[in-house]
């Protein structure tokens, strides 16, 4: 971390335990200057997709802060689609707490959630998130709306943030099993949420709207379908942040102008990009510690090694009938991976691992995520049974202070020595 914005993360730190207001005005001067930054100063050794999810993620995560009368707080898994058409802003658990990451202020709301009750073991995105509410610091949404997928932190989390508020809650209970009769259960849940957010906002639902949205995210899943394709004999430079950055256009902006842009952009870069040589290709799966140091210098913008989209990045790549929204948001939710059994997760990790050529595949235990704790030997057997080399790697996504650093980049080199990568 740099010396300016440690600075900064222990002003906001101070700030938030004295004047939640100052603090948050504060959060949004700094990032609006960053924003300004890169928008004036863009990094020229990024490729023109990279410098440009900066731009438009800074922008996500301001956007809610500014005008937090016109946004909800929801999951990774929403379906943002309905928002978009509704000109709801979406904020979401793992972006914000990466960025309040970023500012180099995670610790204080981490430090506040668990003095709260918030256990210790709870997964480290929702403890920032939930102190970052506690503490008043992030000013109260329209809503909050989650799913059941996946996480099991979602229901009690969003569940706190509304009574905390004292706004509506909505919770998206999503099956393990797709076909007609779930597929019919989820879409009347977002039916009914729609009507929710009607009562809530005073906004109506264009219909028309709605599948303009659902049509970009297709051409958006269309073109990141491509570049799957034609990365698979490609050598793209990049780094874990760029990679986590991904995340907001293939969850939250998938849909929107911003997102279709990105995408196209991203396919665009992709053609251009040299052919793959000898590099090592790693499939990431879970979460990426962008922030840590002793990986960022083993991975970010290796020439002898590739980082493939992490899994999440990949999770629900299915297309929509524009025609039937609401059955088809259902569908697309239902058939995401990380829904239901880990045996579906781990399938396919390992078709996307074949479709990419990886030599190695990391499997990160985030701390706190019990759906990917709690899945390792599954996933891990399935992976190895394919003949996939596999490195199981302990660590946090989020706390600076719950992390291992000697460890951690001791496994990763050997691993990565392992499959014929020199480190130092």
Excluded at 284 to 311: A, G, Y
Aim: proline share 4%; glycine share 6%; net charge neutral.
């Amino acid at each position: 971390m740099s010396r300016v914005i440690e600075s900064f993360g222990q002003a906001v730190e101070l700030l938030a335990a004295k004047s939640p207001k100052m603090a948050l005005n504060l959060l949004k001067l700094g990032y609006g200057a960053n924003s300004i930054k890169l928008n004036i100063m863009p990094d020229k050794g990024l490729l023109p997709h990279q410098r440009y999810v900066s731009i438009i993620n800074s922008r996500a995560i301001r956007r809610p802060l500014h005008r937090p009368d016109k946004s909800a707080v929801v999951n990774i898994f929403f379906p943002c689609e309905i928002l978009h058409a509704m000109d709801i802003v979406p904020q979401f658990t793992e972006g914000l707490a990466c960025y309040l990451n970023g500012a180099g202020c995670e610790q204080f709301f981490i430090e506040y959630a668990e003095d709260y009750g918030i256990p210790q073991t709870y997964c480290s995105y929702h403890k920032v998130l939930l102190g970052a509410v506690l503490s008043n610091t992030i000013p109260a949404p329209q809503f909050v709306a989650t799913t059941s997928m996946a996480c099991d932190a979602n229901n009690s989390t969003f569940r706190t943030i509304a009574d905390h508020y004292k706004i509506p809650y909505y919770l998206v209970d999503v099956p393990s099993v797709c076909n007609r009769e779930s597929i019919d259960y989820v879409a009347n849940q977002l039916k009914e949420l729609v009507s929710m957010i009607e009562d809530t906002s005073s906004r109506k639902m264009d219909e028309d709207r709605l599948r303009s949205v659902i049509g970009r995210a297709n051409r958006s899943i269309r073109n990141y379908k491509e570049h799957l394709t034609v990365l698979a004999h490609r050598y793209m430079p990049g780094s874990m942040t760029l990679e986590m950055f991904k995340i907001f256009p293939t969850h939250i902006l998938l849909g929107t102008e911003e997102g279709d842009k990105f995408f196209r952009l991203l396919l665009e870069d992709t053609y251009g990009a040299r052919r793959a040589k000898d590099e090592k290709r790693i499939l990431w799966v879970h979460t990426m510690p962008f922030w840590q140091e002793s990986i960022k210098r083993i991975l970010n913008f290796n020439d002898k090694c590739q980082i493939l989209p992490c899994d999440i990045n990949f999770d629900s790549l299915v297309e929509m009938d524009e025609k039937k929204p609401y059955e088809s948001l259902a569908r697309r939710m239902l058939l995401n991976v990380v829904n239901g059994p880990g045996e579906r997760r781990g399938r396919r990790i390992v078709e996307m691992a074949k479709r990419l050529r990886a030599d190695g595949i990391v499997y990160f235990c985030h701390w706190g995520c019990k759906h990917t704790l709690g899945n390792v030997q599954i996933i891990g057997s399935i992976i190895r049974d394919e003949g996939f080399p596999l490195l199981v790697l302990d660590g946090d996504g989020c706390d600076r202070k719950n992390v291992n650093h000697g460890q951690m980049a001791t496994k990763l080199q050997a691993f990565l020595e392992i499959l014929g990568v020199a480190t130092e």
